[in-house]
C-alpha cells in the first residue's frame, strides 16, 4: 500500500476513534460542570490530573519507544522484531506502574494533606489503583499505532468509553459524589484493559509474547538507550504540555481555580484532538518506517506537507474558538464559568502550535534524536515552573494559563531550527502567514455577531459563517492549492456510502475556487 494512502486510511480510522473519544468525553464534562457545580467538578477534574500526572511518571518513554522502534520493525519486514518490542514495552510499563501504586498507596494520607482536597486517603488509594490499567490501555494504543492497526484502537474506543461516560453521568445526577465516579472509572479502565488483550492477541500472539518474543542484545540496547531520554523528555515536556501547574494551583488556590482552568483547556485541547491531532498521530510511525527504508526524500516530504495540513487544520480553529470564547463558555457551561472566557483565549494559540510541533517531534524521534527534545523540553519546562511559581500564588488560574503559554510558544522556532539544520529541509513558514491572514477576516466577524447577537445565536451564526469566511480565505491567499485538491479527490473511498457524496461535491467546490483562483491571479 502507498504511503498516502495508508496514511490516508490510518486518518480515517483514527479520526473515527478519536472523534467518537472526544464527543463523549465534551459532553461528559458539559454535563458534569452544570450538574456538580465549580467546587465539586474542581474536585473530581484534580483526582483525574492526578491519574494521568501518575501516568506520566510510569511512562518512561516506553510509549514512544513501541511506536518509533515497531514501525521500524515492520518498515524492514521482521515481525519477530517486532514482536519483541511489544514484550519489552509492555514490561517495562507494568514493573514501574506497580511500584508507583505502591508509593501512592503508601503516601496517600500526605498527599491528601498537601493538596487540601478531602481529608481522606481512599481518594489517593483509588488514584493509585486506577494507575496501571489506565497506563496498560495507553500503551495498547501505543502498540497499535506501532504497527499502524488504528481500527484496533477505534475498536478499543468504541468498547470501554461510552461505559465510562455514560456510567458517570448517571452517578452526577443520581447525586452521587466524586469518589464514586472515580470507582466507576476504574471499573471501566479494567474492561478496557481485558478488551486491550484480546485485540493485542490479533496483532502478536499471547503465547509468542509470554515465550517466544525475544529480541537480540543490539536492538534491545538501542531501544533502551533511545527510552532512556525520551522518558526525560517526556518528563519535561509534561511540566510544559499536561497541566503539571495544577500542583500549584491544588496548593496556592481553591477548588474552582482549578475546574476553571480544566473547563478552558477542554474545549480548544478537544478540538485540535478531533483532527489536527489525529492526523499527527501518524506522523511518528509513518516518517519511522520511512526511516526504516532509508528513504529520507519521502521522509522530507512527508514533514513539509504535514506541516503545512497541521496548520491548515489548527490555526483557523484556533481563531474561531478565541472569537468565540465568550458564546461557547456560556451556552455549554452556564454563567457561573464566566471566568474560563479570559483563560479559553490565552489557552487556545498554545494547543495550536502543540498540534503542528508534533511534526518536527516525530522527525526528532525517527531520526533517533531524543537528546535534544529532552533538553529543549528541560529548559522551557524550567521556565514555566518558575512562572507558575510566580505567578500562580497572586493571579490563579490566569497565572497558570500565561505562564505555560510562553514556553509553549517558544518550543516551535527550536524545532524548526534544529529540523532545517538537520535536514536541510525549512519549516513552510509562508503557508503559515497565509493561513493566518487567510484566518483574520473570519476571526474578526465572529467577534463582532458574539457580542451583538445572543449566545445560542451567535454559536449557530458564527460557526457556519466562520468556516465559509475561512474556506475562501484559504483559497484567496493561496493556502490550499490544486495538489491539496488532488491528494484528497480519491478518499471517498474510505467514507461510508452515504457520506461520499456530500465529501466529493464539497471538494469540488473547493477545488473549482482554487481553479477560479488560479485562472485570475495565476501563480500569485
Known amino acids: 500500500m502507498e504511503t498516502t494512502q495508508k496514511m490516508a486510511k490510518n486518518t480515517f480510522f483514527s479520526f473515527m476513534g478519536s472523534g467518537i473519544d472526544i464527543s463523549l468525553a465534551m459532553i461528559q464534562s458539559i454535563v458534569l460542570a452544570r450538574v456538580l457545580g465549580a467546587d465539586a467538578y474542581g474536585s473530581y477534574s484534580f483526582y483525574i490530573w492526578a491519574i494521568t500526572l501518575a501516568g506520566f511518571i510510569v511512562n518512561l518513554g516506553w510509549g514512544v519507544l513501541a511506536q518509533r522502534f515497531i514501525a521500524e520493525a515492520i518498515g524492514q519486514d521482521d ?101 464514586p465516579m472515580l470507582g466507576v472509572n476504574l471499573f471501566s479502565l479494567v474492561i478496557g484493559l481485558a478488551i486491550s488483550v484480546l485485540l493485542l492477541n490479533r496483532l502478536v500472539p499471547l503465547r509468542q509474547l509470554i515465550s517466544g518474543a525475544k529480541l537480540d542484545t543490539q536492538t534491545r540496547a538501542s531501544a533502551i538507550k533511545f527510552a532512556l531520554p525520551v522518558a526525560l523528555a517526556t518528563g519535561v515536556n509534561y511540566i510544559l504540555w499536561e497541566k503539571s501547574e495544577i500542583v500549584f494551583l491544588g496548593h496556592y488556590s481553591p477548588s474552582n481555580q482549578v475546574g476553571f482552568y480544566n473547563l478552558a483547556g477542554q ?15 501518524l506522523l511518528l510511525p509513518a516518517i519511522s518506517e520511512q526511516f526504516g527504508r532509508n528513504d529520507l526524500s519521502k521522509l522530507k516530504s512527508i514533514y513539509v506537507t504535514s506541516a503545512r495540513y497541521l496548520m491548515l487544520l489548527s490555526l483557523p480553529m484556533a481563531v474561531m474558538i478565541v472569537a468565540l470564547a465568550d458564546p461557547i463558555v456560556n451556552v455549554l457551561y452556564g454563567a457561573q464559568y464566566e471566568p474560563v472566557i479570559a483563560l479559553m483565549r490565552v489557552m487556545c494559540f498554545p494547543r495550536a502550535v502543540y498540534a503542528f510541533l508534533a511534526t518536527g517531534g516525530a522527525v526528532i524521534y525517527a531520526l533517533n534524536k531524543p537528546g535534544f527534545a529532552f533538553w529543549t523540553a ?140 488560479q485562472a485570475l491571479l495565476g501563480g500569485v
Not at 498527599?111 to 500503551?139: G, N, R, S
Not at 474545549?267 to 498521530?281: D, G, H, N, T, Y
Open 378 to 517: 528541560a529548559l522551557l519546562a524550567a521556565l514555566c515552573v518558575v512562572l507558575d511559581f510566580l505567578l500562580i500564588p497572586r493571579f490563579g488560574a490566569m497565572g497558570a494559563a500565561i505562564g505555560n503559554s510562553i514556553p509553549q510558544v517558544l518550543m516551535l522556532p527550536m524545532y524548526i531550527v534544529f529540523v532545517q539544520r538537520t535536514l536541510k529541509v525549512p519549516w513552510p513558514l509562508g503557508d503559515g502567514l497565509r493561513i493566518m491572514l487567510a484566518s483574520a477576516p473570519a476571526g474578526l466577524v465572529l467577534y463582532l455577531l458574539s457580542n451583538y447577537l445572543g449566545p445560542v445565536e451567535a454559536l449557530c451564526v458564527g460557526i457556519p459563517v466562520g468556516v465559509l469566511l475561512v474556506v475562501g480565505g484559504l483559497v484567496l491567499f493561496g493556502a490550499v492549492r490544486q495538489e491539496d485538491i488532488n491528494r484528497f479527490d480519491g478518499l471517498d473511498e474510505l467514507l461510508p456510502s452515504r457520506l461520499r457524496r456530500t465529501y466529493g461535491t464539497l471538494i469540488n467546490m473547493v477545488g473549482r475556487l482554487v481553479r477560479a483562483r
Open 79 to 179: 515481525r519477530k522484531k517486532a514482536a519483541g518490542l511489544v514484550r519489552l514495552a509492555i514490561v517495562g510499563r507494568v514493573i514501574p506502574g506497580l511500584l508507583t501504586t505502591l508509593v501512592i498507596i503508601g503516601i496517600s494520607p500526605q498527599l491528601a494533606h498537601f493538596f487540601a482536597q478531602e481529608k481522606q486517603p481512599i481518594y489517593f488509594i483509588i488514584v493509585a489503583c486506577t494507575l496501571l490499567p489506565f497506563t496498560m490501555t495507553q500503551m495498547f494504543i501505543s502498540i497499535c499505532k506501532g504497527f499502524q492497526k488504528f481500527r484496533y484502537s477505534m475498536y478499543f474506543v468504541l468498547a470501554s468509553t461510552p461505559l465510562r461516560v455514560v456510567a458517570q453521568i448517571s452517578l452526577a445526577m443520581l447525586g452521587f459524589g466524586v469518589l
Open 267 to 281: 474545549i480548544p485541547r478537544l478540538s485540535m484532538e478531533i483532527m489536527p491531532m489525529v492526523f499527527a498521530a
